[in-house]
């Protein structure tokens, strides 16, 4: 079945807090180094203080040069090789068939559901993880892989910020990460509008992208790790950054769940009811 313009709704996440419950390279390249995670993300912020560096490329420069003391070869390989020993938050590996079923049952099959995720960790691990085949596209921050295949240097680096530059590409349809965005688009041009995003984020890190989607008329959602403290939730809540906040727990049923169901009964009403408008003329 093909998608007529705007019949699209897009679900985009973050992923270390928000898939996951702790960064992806604690579970992966640092235990490789055998390097405590505590230890080598104050060496970061240490590094980012005596350096005025951004912490992304910061950390990512500090791996690499922590793998060459060592002597380990870090290539694209090894990385992708490391990502199923990535947990996921209770009921993950479910909630994109349950979503897709959902959206597809209540549109009568008029809307089709795509996934993203938006990430500061490296696409390198996400492309192995078990869930991978979920989305229709991932960003991330990348290595660059030297004539030996080694990972040296950062080729791309996704911050706080500029996570934002990937909504708009979603938004403009503009995927290709060789071309620009910034070309003028008119609204009625564009495939996914903002309205027909959900944001999903765990923290501060997410304030930006949050803040973009709900400008622009879309919905953003905060979790938390369960067990552990809503509060930076609840302020982001109080101040309108989202909609709403829940336990990270993706399970059928769950608060997270249960209200997600009710932001995608507004989004699928909302397209639904243009679509009958458009017949009028």
Same mark, same amino acid.
């Given at each position: 079945m093909?998608?007529?313009?705007?019949?699209?709704?897009?679900?985009i996440y973050d992923f270390d807090g928000t898939l996951s419950p702790l960064p992806m390279q604690e579970y992966t390249v640092l235990p490789e180094l055998g390097i405590k995670p505590a230890d080598f993300w104050s060496d970061v912020g240490k590094e980012v203080q005596a350096t005025g560096g951004e912490d992304i490329i910061t950390y990512m420069r500090m791996m690499y040069e +922590?793998?060459?003391e060592k002597k380990v070869h870090i290539d694209r390989d090894k990385l992708k090789a490391m990502a199923p020993m990535v947990p996921y938050f209770e009921g993950v590996e479910d909630w994109f068939a349950s979503m897709n079923d959902y959206i597809k049952k209540r549109s009568n099959d008029k809307i089709e559901t795509r996934h993203y995720i938006i990430s500061s960790g490296l696409r390198e691990i996400l492309e192995g993880v078990s869930i991978y085949k979920e989305f229709h596209n991932i960003f991330a921050s990348e290595y660059f892989f030297d004539h030996h295949g080694r990972a040296t240097y950062p080729n791309r680096v996704i911050t706080d910020t500029t996570k934002t530059q990937y909504l708009f590409r979603i938004n403009k349809g503009v995927e290709d990460l060789t071309k620009s965005i910034n070309s003028h688009m008119p609204m009625?041009? +564009?495939?996914?509008?903002?309205e027909n995003m959900i944001y999903y984020g765990d923290g501060l890190t997410d304030?930006?992208?949050?803040?973009?989607t709900r400008a622009n008329g879309g919905h953003s959602v905060a979790v938390y790790t369960p067990g552990k403290s809503e509060k930076p939730c609840q302020t982001l809540f109080k101040e309108k950054r989202c909609d709403?906040?829940?336990?990270?727990?993706y399970s059928k049923g769950s608060d997270l769940h249960r209200r997600t169901l009710l932001i995608l009964d507004k989004i699928i009403a909302s397209i639904l009811l243009q679509k009958e408008l458009d017949t009028l003329g």
């Open positions: 093909t998608m007529s313009n705007k019949n699209i709704i897009a679900l +922590r793998a060459e009625k041009d +564009r495939p996914i509008p903002f304030v930006p992208s949050m803040a973009v709403f906040f829940a336990p990270a727990d």
